[in-house]
């Protein structure tokens, strides 16, 4: 569906996309996972025609895509980073004019508005100025206003910041739905849960290169260890932790302990160990690697800092 | 086309739910119209100021200072002061003493003292003392203007006194006497008349021989020709060749000026939204769409000249109601104009938003940008009182031309074909303008 090859943006001397390849095939729910500053918004502003790449080229559906609008990308939508509404309108009018630029009208559009707003539960506050929504609020609308037209591919920037847990699930139900429908999503996020719960494949990214591509189990599988325990670093474990040492890897990071077991060590060891010197079972964390960790493995740092 | 009329009505809505800018676009420029005719006076017939305090020390005995006292009763510019009200509320003739006082007391900025001695003997010309706090120039010109006027065409013979007076020093009072005595003789030998009638009125002064029966003809009451002598010294035959079937033309003068500026300010604050919709990430969702850069700016462009054309005739259709002015007589004509000012105009917002990296940096280089070109195209001021390269700048202000063509419209009721030169060089100004903005737009960050 969408295919970039080499795709390089330079903002001056600073390069925010460095040759990034990437096929996404119809139907995918495809996660954009990178910390602040890692390109993603500039990814997908490339692929939403906003900006012309500085080399490389980008394909949909067979088609290059070149800077600027037009009915190329009638087919996409983008829901912004940022709350892209006019604020002083009402959430029916916003969605109106989206909806006609979309070349949309009459009882169609109608029907589709109607539909829109009660997908993200609005329909009660359809003629409140958007200026008086909540966060939340606005950005559910603000994520319909950009499936009016029922694009095929739709590219979400963050679509989820500042919004309540609730209000993220009901974005993540509509966009579930919206997938089994068959509609193509690319999902940037620097929320590794959220990548994990949404997406069946996700491209790591970091100072606008993709550092891993691939289905959650392929890129789990990446990491050198299976489990991972951790503990709190007291005077009490310091014993524990000096002793397991033949046994795996043991950090120290903000007051815990993390202990990564090398390959075929087994974790009844370990608990004998930690039972010996008497301390309960509570204190240890039993984890299954995450992308967290695989993001630390690939560049030393954590995701948010 | 679609594309842009769906914007423009975007931006109608924006506009109308927006209070403030409907306020500032409509509501305040009509009122500030309305106190600025107020303050120029614009609906009066005649000009000029109204009751200036001016005190009165009349010392003189000399009948021709009096009358210069009732003279100046009359001048509607001034409100004659000759008492003074004392603590217990009787009055008293003001004395030279009390006027300095006073005038420290801003009772009054003006006051003229008639010595005794109004006649100089020493030199030619009258012995008048003219007190002042010149707090304001323009208006301490005026006053002096005035008086100046008062004595010259009211009482005429206080310099003919004067003149006698001078004489009787160089010369001897028998002398002067021989002198005017010959003079009335070969005044009557000339035109006739009383010999000792018209020697009495040289010496005293009266060269115009007002009360003499030379100065009428019989049955012509004394007084009538007085006015007339030195009125007639220059004759100016006036004739009014354009706007003479003008109503209100104070009014239609300067209203275009005005509305021009505010339609100015209207303008640089819908160029600011460019900057708003940019921020709020507008654009980003437009773009990805099916719209492109140019019909965006297409589309801000067009809603800013009909906002415009639609404030400018609302402006002209309050000066109507309030001043007078013969708007509806010249709908099509000013509406034309109205349209290409306000094309020149929103294209000038659209640059400013353009090149500003900031929209506080646009709304202030706005805000110096339109004072400027209000002050130098002549919106506060007519153009020809300031120098001359102020006169060639101001013909590169859009105010300028936009005021041009409506005083062509309004004032000499020239036909559309003839505006056309006008015309001309707002919308060539305007698509000149709008193409650089576009460039600019084009190369920026604005869309990204
Ligand atoms: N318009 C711009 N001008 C200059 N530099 C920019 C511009 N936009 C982004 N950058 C830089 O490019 C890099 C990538 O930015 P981008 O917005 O794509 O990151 P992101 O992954 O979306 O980050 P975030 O999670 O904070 O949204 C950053 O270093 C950023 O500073
Ligand atoms: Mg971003």
Redesign the pocket.
Known sequence: MLSLQSVTKR??S?T?LDGVSLDIAPGEFFGLL??????????M?LVAGLRAPDAGSLVLDGRPLAAGGGSARAALGLVP?SIALYEDLSAEQNLRIFGELQGLSGADLRARIDEALAAVQLADRRRDPVKTFSGGMQRRLNLVAALLHRPKLLLC??PTVGVDPQSRNAIFEYLERLNREGLTVIY?T?YMEEATRLCSRIGV?DH?KILALGTLDELLTQLPFEDEITFPATPETGALAAGLAGQGTVTTDAGQHRFRPAPGHRLSEFFALAEARGLPPRLFTHQRPTLEALFLHLTGRTLRE | MRTLLILIRKDFALFFRDKTAVALTFIIPVALIYVFGQVFGITRTDTGPTGIPLAVVNASDNPGAAALVEALRSEKAFRVITERTLPDQTKRPLTEEDLAPLIRDNRFRFALVIPADLIATDTFGLRLKILSNPRNDIETQTVNGLLQKAIFSNVPELHGQSLQARAREFIGAPELQQFNARMARAITDAFGGDAAEVEAALAAGDFTMQNTSLARDPGEPAAASRQDFFSEIVKIESEQVVGRDVKAPAATRVVGGWAMMFLLFALSGSATSVFEEKKAGLYQRLLSGTVTRSQILLGKFCWGVLIGLVQLVTLFLAGQLMFGIDILGHLPGLAIMSLAAAAACTAFGMLLAAVSPTPQAASGLATFLILMMSAIGGAWFPISFMPEFIQTIAKFTIVYWAMEGFNQVLWSGDPILRTLPTLGILTGTAALVMAVAVWRFNRG?IF?
């Open positions: 903002y001056g600073l925010a990178g910390p602040n500053g890692a390109g993603k918004s500039t990814l502003s980073q920037d963050e940037s620097h990214i606008g | 960050r990204e």
